[in-house]
């Protein structure tokens, strides 16, 4: 006659599922919840697919656009570097003045400028590009 009966618990250890159904109980909990809930968490890989800007203001997963950071150079400080300019082959002597290529450049109005200069940058400032064509250059953005 047996004294103990095996309680249910032990006879279902070892088999799948330990009598539970085939979702619930396998290691990573309900994935349920009313809209979204748990979206940072269960569901964090289908915002991110899908809903990007969906955390934080501007999201915290949000594809940035980087601005173009130019390199800044004075109006005066370009006749100073002109012997440096003329070596790296920036700077040309051409019928209408000087012509200086500074493609990644934005031009500042510190300074001042005596020499006539095409200047080609990528920026200029209003009171940079009013200095050029006083000394009678040009100030071309590209």
Not at 71 to 79: P, Y
Not at 81 to 104: P, Q, R, S, V, Y
């Amino acid at each position: 006659m047996k004294l103990k009966k095996r309680t249910k618990r032990s006879r279902i250890r070892g088999t799948r599922l330990c009598g539970h159904s085939a979702k619930k109980n396998k290691g990573s909990g309900t994935i349920g919840g009313h809209g979204m809930a748990g979206s940072g968490k269960h569901k964090k890989t289908y915002v991110i697919r899908y809903l990007w800007p969906y955390f934080g203001r501007a999201g915290k997963i949000a594809r940035r656009i980087k601005k173009k950071e130019y390199k800044e150079i004075n109006v005066g400080g370009i006749e100073n570097k002109m012997e440096m300019f003329a070596k790296k082959g920036i700077a040309k002597e051409t019928g209408e003045g000087t012509e200086l290529n500074l493609h990644g450049y934005r031009i500042l109005g510190d300074g001042e400028i005596n020499k006539k200069m095409v200047i080609k940058a990528a920026s200029f400032t209003k009171s940079a590009k009013e200095k050029i064509e006083k000394a009678g250059g040009k100030a071309i953005k590209h």
